[in-house]
Structures are given as C-alpha cells and as structure tokens.
C-alpha cells in the first residue's frame, strides 16, 4: 500500500481537529442519547456539507479523494472556519491535488545585509525568525530583553523549542505563555502547510511531541496563524514586568523569514523600564 500523500495526511488532520471543536447546538442539531465522540460525528458533518458520510470519511483519512473547490467551501462553511483556517483547508488541499516533488535539500534560510543593519539601528527589541520560527538575528535591546542568544547552541535557537523548554520556563510564570504558544504553534502550522515533510519542521515537532505533553496538547487543536501580533508581558527582575506589543513583518522570500518587533506605547511605564533595561544593558557589554 502506498504511502498517504502528507498534505492529504494533514487535510484529514485539520479536518477532524476542527469537527472535534464543535457541538451539536452549535450547528442546530440534537444531541440525541449518549455520545462516544467529542465534538461531532462524521456523519453529522457529512450532512452540514452535502457529502456522503464515505466520502468526508476517506477525506479524514488522508486518502487522496481531491475535493473540488465547492466541496471545501461546503465543508468551511459546515466547519464554520474564519478567514485563516478557509484559507488552511484551500492551501492543503490544492496541495494534495498534485504529486509531491522530488524532495531537493533545503537551502540554508539568509538574513539580507541590510534587514541587519536594520536591526543595529533600531531602538526597540526586534529579532528575525525563519520560517520554522528558528532565531536568524536580532539586535542588542533583543538581548536585553531576551538574554544573550550565544549562550544556546545554534540548532537550540528556535522559539518553539525555547518556550516548551522546562529549565526555561517550567513554572510558566509567564501570565500569557500558553496564548504566546499558541501563537508560535499557529505559526508553525501555517509553515507545515506549505511543506509538510521539510526536515527541520519533522524535526522540530518530533522532538517536542515526545518530550513535551503540553505541546502535544496544543498541537493537536490545529490552530492557524497566517500573521500574527500580540500583547506579552515580560518578567524582568532588573527592572519589573515589562508589557510589550509585538507585531510580525514578512520579509522577502516566499515562504520566506519574518521580522518580530516588540514596542512599547510612548510616555509609558512600560518604555521606561525599558529605556532603563536597554541602559543596563549597554552598561555590562561596556565593563
């Protein structure tokens, strides 16, 4: 038997991770006597989309039954996906449409000369991240912020592998970690979409599946992040919690690196305590 096409694999995936999350009242149903299922049956979606219950069946399965366009937007609509996740459920499947290519090995992901020397001027913490979120670059009030990335061996530089790291953040004192996980994770399933097979993505999530039930907990809901921004609150024992936006900035390549710049709102507390972290900063790198 051969083997399922990854991107029908990870269509099946989706599909079942999204029908899980809904309930009979949401769509207007009847719950009927007991359930052995969380979410809906197979046959109850079928329904909602018009399809025959083998069909949505062998589609869950990851076999390559290539549903047309008006059968995704049946299944959206059933599914009751918002523009991201639609536009997932299209990506994955036009994917599985056509036969996988010959894999070629991965070019080493670059950060322009000038994306840098971007970075070096700009008076707020800011870092490049690949497309699998590994740390590319960043600039000094990163590490102010963030503490020295040298101090990890490169392969380690990954911001999904930093924040389910227990001697990091094991008592996830951060009051937002798991919605900052969340958001990496979606940012990693939108990659995944585009190459389900890339080596470093396998990897990546091979590792934390195994050693992380968190991750495997979070991983498991198939959320999406196309672009992501955000609030985080930083615990900084030299200055006290810092509250910070962040906001993502697409760089070019396709797929290609993405810039994560942090700010603080102008005349804040917030930009004071980090004016002052940047101060103490530049103050150790001078002795």
Known sequence: MSRP??????????????????????????????????????????????????????MEQGREVR???????????????????????????HAARRPMPARADPEPERVPDSTRRLLQVMDTPAVVLGRHLDLLDWNPMAEALLGDPDAYPPDRLNMLLLIFDDTLTGDRSCPDWERQALDYIGMMRAAVATDPTHPRATAIIGELSIRSAEFRRLWARHDVRETVSGTKTFRVPEVGD????????????????????FTAEPGSTDADRLRLLASLHATRLIR
Request: hydrophobic share 40%; proline share 8%; aromatic share 6%.
């Open 5 to 58: 096409h990854p991107y029908a694999r990870e269509l099946g995936d989706f599909l079942r991770a999204r029908r899980g999350r809904l309930r009979p009242h949401d769509v207007g149903l009847e719950p009927g006597g007991r359930r052995k299922v969380t979410g809906l049956r197979r046959e109850e979606l079928a329904l909602l989309a018009g399809l025959s219950t083998d069909y949505y069946q062998r």
């Open 242 to 261: 810092v509250a910070l936006d962040w906001d993502t900035y697409p760089l070019p390549g396709n797929p290609g690196p993405v810039m994560l710049v």
């Open 67 to 93: 549903p047309s366009d008006d059968v995704l937007d049946a299944l959206a609509a059933a599914l009751g996906l918002d523009g991201e996740e639609r536009r997932h459920l299209f990506t994955l499947a």
